[in-house]
């Protein structure tokens, strides 16, 4: 291993390493979530599978129950206050750099 993650004491996962490669691939690193994520997807496939041939669902965790927030009044869109606000966060980081540079 490193020896700069082992004088820190940090453990890097599978995803330190592929997000390296990604890098050296030229895959812009907005695109690294999905990237992970696809992989996963065949193990997640696979526990779903497992458990429904499973007749006891022994490999799954127990459900949770959730105890949050109890019924509340629902209020229609006409009912609300108006907000105007700047919603930033649905461009990603390389369409904002594609925008930047577009306007120079």
């Known amino acids: 291993m490193d020896t700069y993650f082992i004088e820190r004491k ?21 695109m690294f979530v999905v990237l992970f ?3 996963r997807t065949a193990g997640w496939l696979a526990h779903w599978n497992e458990y429904l ?14 105890v949050g927030s109890g019924p509340r009044n629902y209020v229609g869109l006409e009912g609300r206050p108006e907000k105007n606000f700047y919603m930033d966060a649905a461009r990603t980081d390389y369409a904002k750099r594609n925008e930047v540079s577009r306007q120079q």
């Open 37 to 39: 994520a696809i992989p």
């Open 10 to 30: 940090l453990y890097p996962n599978v995803d330190f390493y592929s997000g390296v490669i990604y890098k050296a691939m030229g895959f812009p690193t907005d």
């Open 53 to 66: 041939d499973d007749s006891e669902n022994k490999i799954i965790r127990p459900r949770q129950n959730y």
